[in-house]
């Protein structure tokens, strides 16, 4: 059974500082990867998606790598602000073969809070 | 409609009530996904429509919960004799075909609260 866990669960750090988030996961044998960001009372916002193919994709100051033989994922935010304060999940999508479908494994979330 | 619908946004009952949440997906998506969040968790899969069809329903905990999406559109999570540990937030998601497949739109969820 895949088992994603996501180190820290808490972060705190001020205004502009770069910070890496932890993923991994225990089978390696995934179809894609994904970090969302949970606000309080809404629903997830994707921020980037990997590909099993890929090493790592950038968006803005957000970048996120891919180790898939280790079964790890980073993401890593530059220059943080305070509006990026949330929870931010990592999930995959299994490899079972055929098509894949979005039946993501989630990590438990790790809260960020920049403060100015 | 423009993103992911879901209503009521809170619910509150009394454990051993009948409760039925809803999740209307972006228009011409034929994906349908619920999952279930407990405070400090990740969401957890329950199950996957596909058109009106159940396609995955591996991740309902039990018997008690049941989904319908009869006409391919909207759906509706049901749960009977609800018990405590029932209490998370229900977030629904819908996604397109092909290679829109893996990119969930999810909605705001439904805060259940059993007493």
């Known amino acids: 059974k895949q088992e994603v866990t996501q180190i820290p669960a808490a972060l705190s750090v001020p205004e502009g500082e770069n910070l890496v988030l932890n993923c991994s996961f225990t089978d390696s044998a995934i179809y894609n990867l994904q970090w969302f960001r949970q606000d309080p009372g809404k629903g997830l916002t994707s921020l980037l998606l990997i590909q099993s193919s890929q090493r790592e994709q950038t968006s803005g100051r957000l970048n996120a790598s891919l180790d898939k033989s280790s079964g790890r994922s980073t993401l890593y935010i530059a220059a943080s602000q305070p509006g990026d304060s949330a929870t931010y999940l990592c999930?995959?999508?299994?490899?079972?073969?055929?098509?894949?479908?979005?039946?993501?494994?989630f990590g438990q979330g790790t809260i960020l809070t920049v403060h100015p | 409609g423009a993103g992911v619908s879901q209503t009521p946004s809170n619910k509150v009952t009394e454990k051993g009530k009948y409760v039925e949440l809803r999740c209307d997906p972006i228009s011409g998506h034929t994906a349908l996904y619920w999952y279930r969040q407990s405070l400090g968790q990740g969401p957890e899969f329950l199950i996957y429509f596909q058109g009106t069809g159940a396609a995955d329903d591996s991740g309902l905990p039990n018997d008690r919960f049941f989904a319908v999406r009869p006409e391919g559109s909207v759906s509706t999570l049901k749960i009977q004799r609800t018990e405590r540990g029932d209490s998370a937030v229900y977030l629904c998601?819908?996604?397109?075909?092909?290679?829109?497949?893996?990119?969930?739109?999810f909605g705001a969820g439904s805060r259940l609260t059993v007493l």
């Open positions: 999930a995959v999508i299994r490899a079972a073969g055929g098509t894949s479908y979005g039946k993501l494994t």
């Open positions: 998601a819908s996604s397109s075909r092909g290679t829109g497949a893996n990119v969930l739109t």
